[in-house]
């Protein structure tokens, strides 16, 4: 059971992470790159001439970009052995799982730890203003676990009370709100800041829902040769 | 038909303790690598990292 959960979640984690990774270069890398130009003051937004909204941002860079492809197949893989024994509890509970709900546990992945940690503390281009990255990352771990808990009481419960527990859930730890800079000092033009949160959560909807339906996928094709699925339907 | 559900269900019930770990195992597995790829501060993780961090919201800088 083990093996068979590590290689469907290496499967779809390097097939999702590998699209997700490709679409994050050709749409997100350039806007990061753009930021990162005002970050290390090579432009300036409001200087004393206008600057141009097209600046040369340079090929693709094998290092560099080769890391980010395998960072996220990595990632991804990592969301994949979070996703995949939650799928398995529920098939065994009598879900069915195919590639279709497996979209919808993708794109509730997506919700759970891009969503809703976004929804207040919307994804950083390099250069923007922001509170210190450890009081951050406490808030980010704090929110996606709430929402994953009120995901799982929207979708095995049947009680209002747990789903009303749910929207508490959902709801606190954006009105306690995130850890905020001190003023907003941030070198970046907001117009590519709002470009990168938008291509952010775009690129990583895509990903998510794939990463979903390739793990059910590969999460039943591996069942066909298992002997206990074998045992079971003998 | 009957003697064969009889006949599944002991090994069933002794894979379902198993398959528990199994599970769990996979999921701290999991939780180490997001870790690592997203959270962990140490520099070169951090570098090596940096715009798939930026990419999928996690907290950087």
């Known amino acids: ?234 | 038909m009957i003697q064969n559900s009889t006949a599944v269900t002991s090994p069933v019930a002794a894979t379902r303790s198993t398959s528990l770990i199994a599970l769990a195992l996979s999921a701290v597995l999991g939780l180490g690598v997001v870790f690592s790829v997203g959270l962990a501060q140490a520099n070169a993780l951090h570098d090596a990292a940096h715009d798939v961090r930026h990419a999928n919201g996690f907290p950087c800088h």
């Open chain 1, 1 to 234: 059971m083990f093996t068979r959960l590590i290689t469907s979640a290496v499967f779809a984690g390097a097939g999702a992470g590998l699209i997700a990774a490709l679409l994050q270069l050709t749409f997100v890398q350039p806007v990061l790159l753009h930021a990162e130009l005002y970050e290390s003051g090579q432009l300036v937004h409001f200087g004393a001439e206008a600057v141009s909204a097209h600046p040369d941002l340079g090929g693709l860079d094998l290092m560099r970009d080769g890391l980010s492809v395998l960072f996220s197949m990595l990632l991804y893989t990592g969301y994949a052995l979070l996703l995949l024994p939650l799928m398995a509890i529920a098939e065994q509970r009598g879900q069915s799982l195919d590639g279709k709900t497996g979209l919808i546990w993708g794109a509730i992945g997506f919700l759970v730890i891009q969503f809703a940690p976004g929804f207040t503390l919307a994804p950083e281009v390099p250069g923007v203003a922001a509170a210190d990255v450890f009081a951050r990352q406490f808030w980010w771990v704090g929110t996606v676990v709430a929402a994953g808990v009120a995901a799982g009481l929207i979708a095995f419960t049947r009680s209002w009370f747990a789903w009303i527990g749910a929207a508490v859930l959902l709801l606190a730890p954006h009105l306690i709100g995130a850890p905020e800079p001190e003023s907003f000092a941030g070198p970046v033009p907001p117009e590519i800041a709002a470009l990168f949160a938008a291509r952010a959560f775009g690129v990583a909807l895509v990903g998510w829902a794939l990463l979903g339906a390739f793990a059910a996928y590969f999460w039943r094709t591996s069942a066909v040769h298992s002997p206990a699925t074998q045992a079971r339907s003998a």
